[in-house]
């Protein structure tokens, strides 16, 4: 019981009744006292205690079929791994761009320049963090690129369709990892654990243009299954792979971790968290921390009803999303205007 190292941990729902789980495979352990991973840690951080040390004292002797849950055969339906249930809005879903070594080509390749020029300012933004994203520990590097994705009201979990919303160009998979945290009462953010994620984003716009990158990540964006809590970050290989129809049409090795990236762990926290907006206490933030590949960097075009599926060694099962295309409308957005 409760042997697996490092701590992996799920959330679940069926109808309005949740819980929360760590994993034990072939099954999931449920926790008692807290219904939902938020809850989990904010009573942690308040009793000063550890992860899990408090889920070895709410571990219940009720398991679940892992299997048939991740099937999706069982009234259970995994949700992300974390959430702010009661107030969406103070999840922050945020990410940083350029931070890997097999990333750089892909986004360069977007943005390409004028014959007169050498360097796209997404390579030259790339190598600023090759000389600079390492900092020696206790000082500040060279800030890498930074976006903001939506609320917490974005996140879906395993299974859950991303959408290519109707004023949509695209929608493509970005394999990566995200970090999770939680600020305390005092504003400290505490690195809860790390999820995979897929970070999702509209490449056909943001190619146009590369002044167009902010609005290309407004999307929703998917975790999990599982939150992993202080897991080896040094150099994680991964594979991801889109599916149609059930074949595979394009899959790639990948690779995150710090050995894998232009910046540090250490680095990209520091430039996160530096903005006072960003400590607010009880705050939760997902951070995506980059990706390695793109498979519209290889020319791929993902249609309706393709499924992405990323997966990366010693962080749990692999997530799945299928893409849904969402028919476009020429209807505009009209603010009413209050008399």
Known sequence: ???????????LQQGIARRIACVEEPYLRLLDRHSSIHALASATLAGGQTLGAMVRHIATGETLDYEAIYRGESPWRLLAPIDYPSEPGRCLVSGTGLTHLGSAKDRSAMHTPAPEQQLTDSMRMFEWGVAGGRPAPGQSGVAPEWFYKGSGAILRGPNEPLEVPAYGEDGGEEAEVAGIYLNDFEGQPHRLGLAVGNEFSDHVFEKKNYLNLAGSKIRTCSLGPELVVAPDFSSVPG???IQRAG????????????????HSL??????????ESHRRPGDVHVHFYGAHSLSFGAGVRLVDGDVMVISFDGFGRPLRNPLRVVPTSDRAVVAAVMK
């Open 247 to 262: 074949q595979t049409v394009w899959t790639k090795a990948i690779a995150t971790g710090e050995a894998e990236m232009s």
């Open 266 to 275: 250490a680095n990209i926290e520091h430039h996160h968290f530096k903005f």
């Open 239 to 241: 594979r991801v792979e």
């Open 1 to 11: 019981m409760l042997t697996a190292s490092p701590l992996r941990l799920v959330q």
